[in-house]
């Protein structure tokens, strides 16, 4: 193979990415939170009530845990926690380009559960790729 054909088999769309936060399933999102807040010094960033779920982002100051804490009883958040017990939920990663990303995404055969964006917490436009499809890891892209 010429390295003019190699160049175009290994062309990708740059994007910049980095990753934002972990998400972390928990029964008590605001006990949680001041034990992160008195262990790790981090700051209480921003709250919200979304789909289900009593949200607080603690900043780090290079990325966020997410505290997912449900409300009611038949969001995604309490059914994670009645199979699974509280703990990582997910791992997101911020993008400049959330379509861009699910396009590659599905170029590479990767399973979206999310076809196309949505509202998130914040505000922010999310997408999430499932599991089977990422090593076993819920991921979500997340354009600020």
């Known amino acids: 193979m010429s390295s003019a054909n190699t160049s175009q088999a290994c062309e990708v769309t740059s994007m910049e990415t980095h990753i ?23 700051d209480i960033a921003h709250e919200e009530t979304l789909d289900g779920m009593a ?30 017990g509280p703990g990582i939920h997910h791992l997101a990663v911020a993008t400049d380009d959330i379509e861009a990303a699910l396009a590659r995404a599905r170029e590479m055969g990767i399973d979206c559960i999310d076809e196309e964006p ?12 499932h599991p089977k499809s990422t090593g076993g890891i819920l991921l979500e892209f997340v354009e600020h």
């Open 118 to 129: 949505r509202g998130g917490a914040w505000g922010h436009d999310v997408a999430f790729l």
């Open 20 to 42: 934002d936060h972990a998400g972390i399933a928990t029964d008590d999102a605001t006990g949680l939170a001041e034990q992160y807040v008195d262990l790790f010094g981090a």
């Open 55 to 84: 949200v607080v982002f603690l900043d780090f100051g290079n990325g966020y845990f997410e505290l997912l804490e449900p409300v009611d009883t038949g969001g995604a958040i309490a059914s994670y926690l009645d199979s699974n």
